[in-house]
């Protein structure tokens, strides 16, 4: 497992859209949220090559991730849409959900999604800009 990934499942959440050498474990208080529902593993990933960031977490319960899923999906603009097709690097979609947004803050193109049978989400970020059909398109085919 390369570094600084602990489990095998975020690292299958992150490993076709960003190269382990883009990614680290935040420091804590960048999260603030997560001291609230504490994460079992959180990584960071910002791409060297492309205008995307990631963030990656596991929970050790159900409720802890439905906790994190609500908070993620209530900063999205207008409500989110879902996104039908697998991420890059599966066959399916996750067992959780797979959603797209605007953020609120930024506006910029998010993808959340999340496992419940492995406790773990993501969230890919686009950075400065706003086309969620261009964050989905990437979070399909993943990087090259």
């Known amino acids: 497992m390369p570094a600084p990934f602990q489990k095998r499942a975020l ?3 992150a490993r076709y ?3 382990p050498r883009d990614c680290f474990v935040p420091s804590p ?3 603030p949220f ?3 529902e504490p994460d079992t593993e959180r990584v960071k990933c910002i791409s060297k090559t492309q205008p995307y960031a990631g963030t990656f977490w596991c929970k050790s319960d159900l409720g802890d991730l439905f906790a994190d899923r609500e908070l993620y999906l209530n900063a999205a603009v207008n409500g989110t ?4 097709n697998p991420p890059a690097g599966r066959s399916s979609p996750v067992d959780g959900i797979q959603v797209a947004f605007n953020h609120v803050g930024s506006n910029d193109a998010r993808v959340y999604w ?3 049978e492995q406790l ?3 969230e890919l970020q686009a950075l400065d800009n706003d086309d969620v059909a261009a964050a989905v398109a990437y979070w399909v085919k993943g990087r090259t």
């Open 114 to 116: 999340d496992s419940e």
């Open 120 to 122: 773990c989400a993501g």
């Open 34 to 36: 997560s001291e609230i």
């Open 17 to 19: 859209l960003f190269d």
């Open 81 to 84: 849409q879902p996104v039908e």
């Open 29 to 31: 208080g960048r999260f």
């Open 11 to 13: 690292y299958d959440f």
